[in-house]
């Protein structure tokens, strides 16, 4: 089994900035693809930004500019640095992560039990 624990996030004033975190522990040979996605109240998931093993990255056009994903190979650990946040980025925000458990393993997606972000004067 995987776990995926977040932290960061809370309230933060409009153009603030905050920095979410994500591990992964458990039963890990190899983590290819890592992720950040949001759901705001009343509307569907929504991919945020991505990250491959080889640590090619992409964006959602609504935060391309303000946030950076980046990760931790060595910590099985996945960030998103938020920047000139807006009251609209107020959401749920959750990582995931593609895992094989061992060398012969398929993958598996692991979800983060989500953290809050707020943004708001």
């Known amino acids: 089994q995987v776990q995926l624990v977040e932290s960061g996030g809370g309230l933060v004033q409009p153009g603030g900035s905050s920095r979410l975190s994500c591990a992964a522990s458990?039963?890990?040979?190899?983590?290819?693809?890592m992720a950040w996605h949001r759901q705001a109240p009343g509307r569907e998931r929504e991919m945020v930004a991505f990250v491959t093993s080889g640590g090619v990255t992409n964006y959602a056009d609504s935060v391309k500019g303000r946030f950076t994903i980046s990760r931790d190979n060595a910590k099985n650990t996945v960030y998103l640095q938020m920047n000139s946040l807006r009251p609209d980025d107020t959401a749920v925000y959750y990582c995931?992560?593609?895992?094989?458990?061992?060398?012969?393993?398929?993958?598996?997606?692991?979800w983060g039990q989500g953290t809050q972000v707020t943004v708001s004067s």
């Open positions: 995931n992560a593609a895992v094989s458990s061992g060398r012969f393993s398929g993958t598996r997606t692991y």
């Open positions: 458990g039963t890990i040979f190899r983590i290819n693809n």
